[in-house]
């Protein structure tokens, strides 16, 4: 398991395009967004005024958690076609130790890329306490461990980096535009909010934004309380590490 993980942080820092890719999207996303939709934005029914690159960044937190697990779960389906994904699997060692050596690589990537982006909080005005970091970080975590897993179950049930990229682009990206990164589930439609409601990446915004505002009174209290959104994200997160596991363990290459 050590091994794998140390695999992925050295196949990252040799693709320096990976690294420019997985932060440089999100902030040009954000900001284009951002500043093209600020002036029509309209905060939710009694929250407190804030700008849409504000509320947004959240979302944009969110974008980069999910682009790393995207990116770094294609190196499943290019390990499989090298024979590398062979040779571990009749090596004497548990499946187990191959599918948690892998997600725990892609979630420590994704974390860091998360936390550096959450290091320009203080530019929009939002201001992290040292207290509130370790919070803040173990929820960027649960949700990286939930992606990174839901990423390696569908990558190790696929042959093809094309169907990985058309399965993502129609599952994971409807996921987050439907979760609260963009608009509030306030200023949805009925039949909005009710996929919204049965998305469990939801939950996972609904968390990191009333994290990030712990004790400023500007938590968006329109999904559900912290404690729900939290319990969901960690159901979400074992649900898919159970599966990636189940999928590994019954499944030859």
Not at 65 to 85: A, D, K, P
Request: charged residues 10%.
């Amino acid at each position: 398991m050590a091994s794998l993980w140390q695999r992925e942080m050295v196949r990252f820092l040799r693709q320096r395009s990976r690294v420019i890719g997985a932060l440089g999207t999100p902030l040009v996303f954000w900001l284009l967004v951002g500043s093209g939709f600020g002036s029509s934005f309209r905060p939710a029914t009694g929250a407190p005024e804030q700008g849409y690159l504000e509320y947004f960044f959240p979302g944009t937190v969110l974008m980069v958690l999910l682009f790393t697990s995207i990116f770094s779960n294609i190196s499943v389906i290019e390990e499989r076609r090298e024979g590398f994904l062979l040779s571990v699997l009749v090596a004497p060692a548990s499946r187990l130790s191959l599918v948690l050596g892998k997600i725990l690589g892609v979630t420590t990537l994704a974390s860091l890329q998360g936390g550096l982006l959450l290091l320009l909080s203080p530019l929009l005005g939002i201001r992290i306490a040292w207290t509130q970091w370790p919070l803040l970080l173990a929820v960027v975590v649960l949700i990286a461990v939930a992606l990174s897993s839901l990423g390696f179950a569908l990558a190790w049930k696929l042959d093809s980096i094309q169907g990985f990229h058309a399965l993502m682009n129609l599952l994971l990206v409807p996921m987050w535009l439907l979760s609260g990164a963009l608009f509030p589930m306030s200023g949805a439609s009925s039949w909005v909010r009710i996929v919204m409601l049965a998305n469990p990446m939801t939950y996972a915004m609904s968390a990191l934004r009333q994290v990030l505002y712990l004790g400023e009174g500007q938590a968006a209290p329109d999904v559900c309380s912290l404690a729900t959104a939290v319990c969901v994200t960690l159901l979400f997160g074992v649900g898919t590490l159970i599966v990636s596991v189940a999928l590994v363990s019954r499944r030859s290459l």
